[in-house]
């Protein structure tokens, strides 16, 4: 894969995994809504890497083995309705890292490609990049959070994953602060 790619694809994987970036904003904040967009946008994503990640680690009458597939679909079938905020939000968050490095110069190109290229990127990315920074030796823990979660409506999940990041909005400059414009 091409490395300047690989770069932008790797930004935008942390950015749909809501891991705030500590760097300031240049340009628009991302708001509330973006920010569940993109967590129910990830979630999907994020189940397919705890189960690459864990497997060896889960049992197999645990809540993955028994009910992963359900949960994520209930996701799934959202990721259409969610893509335009979530794609928002990571045009932001990429243009916030761009400054003069690969980033900047591809902005655009992911901004004008068509989605149905840019989505199977972005999703195979979301799952190396969770993979990678999941502690294996906390996959009961993660698996028992999932089958917490499995039972809210995941628009209200996104909601709230949302309203909660945009309460430290002070801490994370490219968070949208509380009567920001949106």
């Known amino acids: 894969m091409n490395p300047k790619l690989r770069l932008m694809g790797l930004t935008g994987a942390l950015a749909m995994a809501v891991q705030p970036q500590l760097a300031a904003a ?12 993109m967590t129910i946008y ?7 890497a705890v189960q690459l990640t864990c497997a060896d680690r ?17 996701y ?10 979530a ?7 990429l243009g916030s890292r761009a400054g003069a490095g690969p980033v900047a110069q591809n902005l655009g190109l ?6 149905q ?17 999941l502690p294996v030796d906390q996959c009961s823990r993660i698996e028992t959070l999932l089958e917490t979660l499995a039972p809210v409506d995941p628009e209200i999940a996104g909601t709230l994953v949302g309203l909660t990041l945009g ?3 002070a801490e994370e400059p490219l968070l949208c602060p509380a009567g920001a414009p949106r």
């Open 26 to 37: 240049q340009g628009p904040c991302i708001t509330d809504a973006e920010i569940g967009a």
């Open 42 to 48: 990830a979630v999907p994503s994020a189940v397919q």
């Open 58 to 74: 889960l049992g197999e009458s645990g809540f993955l083995a028994r009910n992963s597939r359900a949960f994520a679909q209930r």
């Open 76 to 85: 799934s079938a959202l990721q259409g309705r969610t893509w335009p905020a």
């Open 87 to 93: 794609k928002s939000g990571l045009l932001k968050v």
């Open 110 to 115: 992911i901004a004008n490609l068509p989605d």
């Open 117 to 133: 290229h840019v989505r199977p990127l972005v999703d195979a990315l979301l799952v190396q990049e969770i993979s990678a920074r």
């Open 167 to 169: 309460l430290f909005a």
